[in-house]
């Protein structure tokens, strides 16, 4: 049976020399996508999800999707770093009185 600690064929991971050996977590991953559909953008981000659970289950995961320039705000939101909500709620009420000074 192979060790899931270690990758190693010899043992499980009971028997594993490097059980309690801590392994860093400091590592991410970006990725982008474009040129798709719709269609395929769902089924990526299916795919990305399933994944995850299965490869690194005790990893936090953030997946945006959408129109190419509609994401830097949806990872902004996301992630939080307009803050609190009320700080959110006031900025969208600003792009949307910008849109329509805009319109004038």
Do not use: Y
Request: a positive charge.
């Amino acid at each position: 049976m192979k060790c899931s600690k270690c990758g190693s064929l010899n043992h499980n991971i009971r028997k594993c020399p490097h059980r309690d050996e801590v392994t860093p977590r400091d590592m991410a991953v970006w990725v982008k996508f474009d040129n798709i559909t719709c269609d395929e953008a769902d089924k990526i981000h299916i795919e990305i999800v399933k994944m995850k659970s299965s490869i690194a289950p005790k990893a936090r995961a953030t997946l945006a999707k959408g129109k190419p320039k509609e994401l830097p705000k949806q990872i902004q939101n996301a992630h939080g770093i307009l803050g609190t909500k009320d700080e959110q709620e006031k900025q969208k009420t600003r792009e949307q009185t910008s849109k329509r000074t805009k319109k004038r």
